[in-house]
């Protein structure tokens, strides 16, 4: 029997199109600045990777503990709290750091939130198992 999973798939999939959106912000910053590899030493570049790289070191984790919980019967609207908060906070956080390589408000809040996020799926997985 096939598990359907909708509210993962709706944030994964905002997800998906988030992370290619930065992808893409890369490959453009790559081909007009002519590097194929690195950064080229190009700080518009190098901050681009990280946008984008951190993304791909925070969504993951997050997306599967909400796949988890999605599969082990939590509240919808539990599933829908996390991953619009990871939504709205990747966005934050890409924002954030676009507009400068040091401490802002977008850089900030939106790390706290992913992590928040995450710390809070991993939490609920945990208790949904054990009790």
């Given at each position: 029997?096939?598990?359907l999973v909708p509210v993962t798939?709706?944030?994964a999939g905002l997800l998906a199109i988030l992370i290619i959106g930065l992808a893409g912000r890369v490959v453009g910053l790559r081909r007009s600045?002519?590097?194929?590899?690195?950064?080229?030493?190009?700080?518009?570049?190098?901050?681009?990777?990280?946008?984008?790289?951190n993304a791909i070191e925070n969504v993951p984790l997050a997306l599967l503990l909400l796949l988890l919980l999605?599969?082990?019967?939590?509240?919808?609207?539990l599933l829908h709290v996390l991953g619009s908060s990871l939504v709205v906070?990747?966005?934050?956080?890409?924002?954030?750091?676009t507009q400068?390589?040091?401490?802002?408000?977008?850089?900030?809040?939106g790390t706290l939130?992913?992590?928040?996020?995450?710390?809070?799926?991993?939490?609920?997985?945990?208790y949904i198992?054990?009790?």
């Open positions: 029997m096939i598990q798939g709706i944030y600045r002519r590097v194929g590899f690195g950064d080229g030493e190009d700080r518009a570049l190098a901050q681009a990777i990280r946008v984008h790289a999605e599969l082990n019967g939590a509240a919808p609207l906070s990747r966005l934050l956080h890409a924002w954030g750091l400068t390589r040091g401490t802002s408000f977008g850089r900030f809040y939130v992913s992590w928040l996020v995450t710390l809070g799926a991993a939490l609920c997985n945990i198992v054990l009790v």
